[in-house]
């Protein structure tokens, strides 16, 4: 991998300040936006002092744009949470942003958007907005969520507030610890402490939010599922129902990630994990050239 150039970058939209990471290339096959979970930053996706474990970097390698944007309510939009208590607000605020980041730059077949844990909850409103056809949206990769809790974490989830995480949380996020870097267990990038609209978000994701919204998404998708997955429920049955959910869509995978846990971005196995969702990436790519050719031919 060699060492593509990550910059931070800080957009303005509707007077909001808007913070994230961008490893641009000069003619893209198209342009990958990631959003991170809870209680982490854009950093999720190019951890600092390991560059072998950067979506971002391996992206940029393979000749994606690639961005990770701080969602709403983090980094520098973390002091304006009046700006994004509704969901449509953060949906403008991330488009918004996206736009302002990539400017005039090439954008190759299109947007392809990446979603991790509470992460999921934005990308999948934005694929399902009338924004989406505009912003020719081609993919979604979605890991780290789900329609059921696994009991364990049900019952954490049970002390959550909207200003304290729940007790043990931390234990199931980052379990078994020895598929990370001890550095990155140390708390390096799970230092934020979240955005307050998090709370009630949360709670009707996976049972309300989740099923209501998935048959609006008229793109591919990834559902990628960590082997050790301890917040989610991931049998058959399972994913059997998330994927009926997706009834727009013209194609939904499973991609089962062997040696990771439910940070799979963070793992020793990352770079594994996100050549799975490049080679995702890639099949839109030529989806959306194979139907753009028809089109013309026909």
């Known amino acids: 991998m060699t060492d593509a150039a990550v910059r931070p970058r800080v957009v303005f939209v509707d007077g909001v300040p808007m913070s994230g990471l961008i490893a641009a290339v000069d003619d893209p096959k198209a342009v990958v936006v ?31 744009t690639m961005v990770a944007l701080d969602r709403p309510g983090y980094g520098s939009s973390a002091p304006y949470p009046d700006a994004m208590e509704r969901p449509e607000q953060r949906i403008a605020l991330a488009y918004g942003a996206i736009e302002k980041i990539l400017g005039a730059n090439p954008r190759g077949a299109g947007l392809f958007l990446v979603g991790h844990s ?5 990308t999948v409103r934005m694929a399902g907005d009338d924004r989406a056809e505009r912003a020719n949206l081609i ?124 940070n799979m971005s963070l793992s020793h196995n990352a770079a594994s994990y996100h050549e799975a969702v490049l080679a995702f990436v890639g099949d839109c790519v030529a989806a959306k050239r194979n139907t753009s050719e028809a089109m013309e031919a026909g």
């Open 34 to 64: 990631a959003f991170h979970g809870g209680s982490s930053t854009a950093a999720y996706f190019d951890c600092p002092g390991h560059p072998e474990l950067s979506l971002l970097r391996m992206g940029a390698d393979s000749g994606y």
């Open 139 to 262: 993919g979604l990769e979605l890991a780290g969520t789900g329609v059921q809790y696994d009991a364990a974490m049900a019952e954490i989830m049970k002390s959550a507030t909207a200003t304290g995480r729940p007790t043990g949380l931390r234990e199931v996020l980052w379990q078994p610890a020895e598929l990370y870097p001890p550095d990155v267990l140390s708390g390096m990038t799970n230092s934020s402490t979240g955005a307050l609209y998090e709370a009630g978000m949360t709670r009707s994701w996976p049972r309300q939010d989740f099923p209501a919204l998935a048959p609006h998404v008229r793109v591919p998708v990834q559902f990628s599922i960590a082997e050790h997955e301890r917040v989610w429920r991931s049998d058959a049955d399972t994913m059997a129902q998330i994927a009926a959910m997706f009834t727009s869509s013209p194609r939904f995978v499973t991609n089962e990630q062997a040696g990771t846990g439910h």
């Open 118 to 122: 509470a992460g999921c909850e934005l």
